[in-house]
């Protein structure tokens, strides 16, 4: 039980310091870098406000990526052609209360809770609460992001409008 | 309110649109009661309620609503508030519901809206008639092939005369399902818009703005192998396409596919292994159709707008789309996507992923409509000085040889809208 809670407290500071240079990526749009955070095999998942615990191959999510989907996501986001983030949103992003929730294998399970706030010119300052689960690999040396699933707290997207950034 | 809002002059070829109709609280008044207290409005899909019991609360041109299925069987639509004094009875989403109970002071109502309990009615007088107290339906509620509709005006034509010519293209996505059977499928996208909900109608079968707002989305498939190279000399798009009048202010648009379609043309975005089951899906559809049925349900892309406020956009998937205003500058979007109902699980997950490539606030397209939408609401702040807006894009062609990028839909909708707000152009 002591040597998995110290692996289990080794890996949460390890997942934090991961998130957190994530987030830093996401909110400097730095998004060729923050690709290469992601496995190849990486599913990116935003379930609908009314089925959390969905599954995207039979319900209608808001966001159901993989790779391939991000890079042209990422290559959508580059352009200033994608006018609903041209020009880009300022957002900040914070995380908290991550956990490891299992570890199978080279794959950590961990949740966290966040906060954006997202800021555009002559619109609303918008904040986009809930709670992420992910599934992180160990390669090479370090982590890499399997999937996450971001699970929105509000009962609907509503005021909120559009996911047209990377939550 | 002053207008008239819109003005046509067919021989000089101009129809302007005054922008205080998009910007008026008055107007938005008026249209909650000339527009949405009169026409039918939708309200869901018999889908949704697979057994007696179940139940949808939505808002429903304002009025908070039960969708349900009663006891035996027939679908419903309770207006959502107690006999007693008022206060909803049904606060959750969704679910399956014996009864439903007032909160306040517990009242019972069952599916079918009946009053069943009043704790201590024996407080009561002789006039007091549990009978009579049940959940008020909404005046009329209609279905065409289980696309359910309210009316607030008892004396409106009935659902199927006033669809008109737009039940034919509600036809042309029902036969892709081989039982006749479209359901809607889970998760539903709620957002709103910081616009007029005039300009969603607009937005949806408009296709004009298609080369300009998405060119992402146009990279995108080009990147993954689509031909996107126009079929015709002088298209703004790959494929040619028109815009149609159906009659009571109900328009579409009818182009020739290149976006692909999961019913049933295969692009390179589905992938190598899916090819051989949509040849399959296609084979289906011409055995069951003919094939020219076939080919028109499976090689056009119809953006179908049922007045005021229902988009069934028949595209890269298949969504149900319906608006609400709640301010001038602001509307409420509900979205839901629809699939045939014996869909195999591939097929479905293969129409979802073909969903999200254009439609939803997460989509490559969707996004940058609502950021055109936000922008003409914030640029129509000038509406005083910069007063008219421009409908006339097709006008120098007859009314009936419109194309998907012209705008004489557009007129449709308008000349409608105005005719019901009381103006004629």
Not at chain 2, 136 to 158: G, K, N, S
Request: charged share 25%; net charge neutral; with cysteine.
């Amino acid at each position: 039980m002591t040597a998995r809670r110290n692996i289990e407290t080794a890996t949460r500071a390890e997942i934090e310091e991961f998130l957190y240079r994530e987030a830093d990526l996401l909110d400097a749009w730095k998004l060729d870098e923050w690709l290469a955070l992601l496995t190849e095999d990486c599913g990116w998942f935003v379930p609908p406000n009314d089925r959390p615990d969905a599954d995207h191959r039979s319900t209608l999510f808001l966001v159901a990526d993989d790779h391939a989907r991000l890079v042209e996501r990422v290559e959508r986001l580059k352009n200033p052609g994608a006018h609903a983030e041209y020009p880009h949103s300022r957002t900040r992003r914070f995380i908290s209360n991550v956990r490891v929730t299992a570890i199978e294998g080279d794959t950590v399970h961990a949740a966290a809770n966040f906060i954006v706030h997202r800021f555009r010119r002559n619109d609303d300052v918008r904040q986009y609460v809930g709670s992420y689960r992910h599934k992180l690999r160990r390669a090479g040396g370090g982590l890499k992001l399997a999937e996450r699933r971001t699970i929105l707290d509000g009962e609907e997207l509503g005021a909120l409008g559009t996911l047209s950034f990377i939550l | 309110m002053s207008g008239p809002y819109v003005t046509e002059d067919k021989k000089r070829m101009t129809f302007a649109l005054d922008r205080e109709a998009l910007v008026s609280p008055a107007v938005l008044e008026r249209e909650q009661r000339a527009i949405f207290d009169k026409c039918w409005i939708y309200v869901g899909h018999g889908s949704e309620l697979a057994k007696p019991g179940d139940f949808r609360t939505r808002h429903v041109a304002g009025r908070p609503v039960i969708f349900c299925r009663g006891r035996g069987g027939e679908v419903r639509a309770l207006l959502n508030s107690c006999r007693h004094r008022g206060a909803i009875v049904c606060r959750e989403r969704e679910g399956n519901a014996r009864q439903f109970m007032c909160m306040y002071h517990g009242w019972t109502y069952d599916p079918d809206g009946l009053l069943k309990g009043v704790p201590g009615d024996a407080a009561y007088g002789p006039a007091f008639d549990k009978a009579k107290l049940g959940l008020v339906p909404v005046p009329r509620l209609e279905h065409y092939r289980d696309f359910y509709f309210a009316c607030f005006d008892p004396q409106a034509p009935a659902l199927t005369d006033y669809l008109a010519d737009a039940k034919a293209y509600i036809d042309l996505v029902v036969d892709q399902s081989p039982s006749g059977r479209m359901e809607i499928v889970a998760g539903v996208q709620e957002y709103d818009v910081k616009a007029n909900w005039k300009l969603l109608v607009e937005n949806s079968v408009d296709d004009y703005h298609l080369p300009t707002v998405h060119t992402t989305w146009l990279a995108y498939m080009k990147n993954a192998g689509v031909d996107l190279k126009p079929r015709e000399a002088g298209l703004l798009l790959p494929t040619t396409g028109t815009g149609k009048d159906l009659g009571n202010g109900h328009l579409t648009t009818d182009n020739v596919n290149f976006r692909g379609r999961p019913v049933a043309r295969w692009i390179s975005i589905y992938g190598e292994t899916a090819k051989p089951d949509i040849e399959k899906i296609r084979a289906e559809l011409v055995a069951r159709l003919g094939p020219a049925r076939a080919a028109r349900v499976a090689d056009t892309n119809r953006n179908l707008v049922i007045f005021p406020n229902l988009a069934i956009n028949d595209g890269s998937s298949v969504t149900v789309r319906t608006f609400f205003p709640v301010a001038p500058d602001r509307m409420q979007v509900t979205a839901w996507a629809l699939g045939p109902a014996e869909e195999t699980p591939e097929r479905r997950a293969r129409r979802l992923d073909a969903f999200l490539t254009f439609y939803g606030p997460g989509g490559f397209a969707t996004p940058d409509d609502i950021a055109a939408l936000e922008s003409v609401q914030q640029g129509l702040a000038a509406w005083r000085e910069v007063r008219w807006s421009d409908v006339s894009r097709g006008m120098n062609k007859p009314e009936d040889a419109q194309l998907n990028t012209d705008e004489g839909h557009l007129r449709v909708f308008w000349r409608r809208w105005s005719e019901l707000m009381g103006q004629s152009p």
